[in-house]
């Protein structure tokens, strides 16, 4: 009889565990949906762009990654794609059990007008603060306050330099949270991941930052120039 | 014997330091050298400029000679100066003076000020100064972080050895007020990934 009792509670409890997977998904595709209509953009729960192919730090980490939930449409001539990215890396501990922990991302992605070297900027963390005391910098600019804040690395550090001038430093310590890729001709901007109706934060975070691209990044760094 | 393993261990590490850190010495020294480059072919740029935009303003305001005379003198003395950053910077100070009052003089000249050429040459002017403005800033931070270095244990033993000695920043002005700059239109590619 107890063993019963158990095997149907646990039955409930899996059975429940799916249904309540099942209609929290079902909610938050509706809830992408309304989203994207109020942005007057379209949607897709699949990646109709291969996201995954284009060249960021962010796509290649973990053992396993994918896109879902894809927004894309235009703010002032300018191409925007938002989505949700999710990796994860599996662990194994010395009994040989494993386990997988994911991490997920809001993500947005808009072109640039030239091609920029490999460049990321982000809020100093933990470790790149000790590495700071330790001696090992990052690229440095006139702003301590900068320098502290955050850290800028760059296959290029002329073009580091040249993009993260004095209003580009202002905006991103006024924004700071954010994440910043830029490689080829695009810019991608993430942090953890948001409710759908709060996608608008990281479109607004890469479109301001486009906006803040010093033009003389243009006028150096286009092909021919 | 283990301890004659162990000195020897420790005394190759050291070298294998010493090495690296006199590289990066040269590397950096190298660096600011080529970063200095661009900062001399920048200012090139504007010293190539101003006998367009002298010409322009002469249209309108010929009997503003003694500002033409004064910026030419002051543009080729900035030429001529062959001297360490701090010298070229107080030469290209002078030139950005006798350029601001030159644009002042603009000013009073309406016609001028709407005239194509000045405009374009007004432009050119700016985007030049933002560009001395990116070189001179990627050349101060290659100048701050090798004198990091040079004042930092333990490179400043190597530094000293060696003679690497701390480098000048180039610091100056503006010739054109940022409030009239023209606005920033970074036209982005419309393409898909």
């Not at chain 1, 894809?70 to 989505?83: N, P």
């Not at chain 2, 303003?57 to 360490?84: C, M, N, S, T």
Request: aromatic share 12%; proline share 4%; with cysteine.
């Amino acid at each position: 009889m107890a063993v019963a009792l158990i095997i149907v509670i646990g039955v409930l409890v899996v059975g429940g565990a799916i249904v309540f997977g099942y209609y929290a998904r079902k909610r938050r595709i509706q809830e992408w949906q309304q989203t994207a209509g109020h942005l007057g953009f379209q949607y897709s729960t699949e990646d109709p762009f291969d996201l995954l192919g284009l060249p960021f730090d962010l796509f290649r980490r973990g053992d396993g990654r994918g896109v879902e939930n894809v927004v894309w449409g235009q703010r002032d001539g300018l191409d925007i794609k938002a989505f949700e990215y999710w990796y994860y890396e599996d662990s194994s501990d010395a009994q040989g059990h494993t386990s997988r922990d994911y991490s997920h991302f809001s993500c947005t992605v808009v072109p640039t007008a030239v091609s920029c070297p490999h460049t990321s900027i982000a809020p100093e963390g933990v470790f790149s603060r000790l590495g700071r005391a330790l001696g090992f910098h990052d690229i440095e600019f006139e702003s301590e306050e900068f320098n502290k804040a955050m850290k800028v690395n760059s296959a290029d550090p002329q073009f580091a330099t040249y993009l993260v001038d004095a209003r580009m430093m202002q905006w991103l310590l006024d924004n700071k949270g954010w994440h910043f890729e830029l490689c080829g001709r695009w810019v991608l901007a993430y942090g953890g991941r948001t409710k759908p109706k709060l996608i608008w934060g990281v479109i607004e975070a890469a479109r301001e930052f486009h906006q803040h691209i010093p033009k003389v990044i243009d006028e150096t760094y286009r092909e021919g120039s | 014997m283990i301890g004659v393993y162990i000195a020897a261990g420790v005394v190759g590490l050291l070298l294998i330091a010493f090495a690296v850190s006199y590289d990066r010495f040269v590397r950096q020294r190298n660096l600011i050298k080529n970063s200095w480059a661009n900062v001399d072919t920048e200012l090139r740029r504007r010293y190539d400029l101003i006998p367009n935009l002298v010409e322009a303003v002469k249209g309108y305001a010929a009997h503003e000679k003694e500002i033409f005379e004064k910026l030419a003198q002051a543009r080729a003395d900035a030429i001529a100066q062959a001297g360490p950053p701090e010298a070229q910077a107080r030469a290209e100070n002078g030139v950005v003076s006798g350029l601001r009052q030159l644009l002042a003089v603009t000013e009073n000249y309406p016609q001028l000020k709407a005239s194509q050429n000045f405009l374009s040459l007004q432009n050119e002017l700016t985007n030049t100064e933002d560009r001395i403005q990116a070189a001179r800033r990627f050349y101060n931070n290659n100048v701050r972080a090798y004198n990091t270095r040079v004042q930092s244990f333990p490179s400043n033993a190597i530094a000293g050895m060696f003679h690497f000695q701390e480098q000048q920043y180039f610091e100056i002005d503006e010739a054109v007020a940022r409030a009239g700059a023209p606005q920033v239109d970074l036209a982005p590619d419309t393409g898909t990934p």
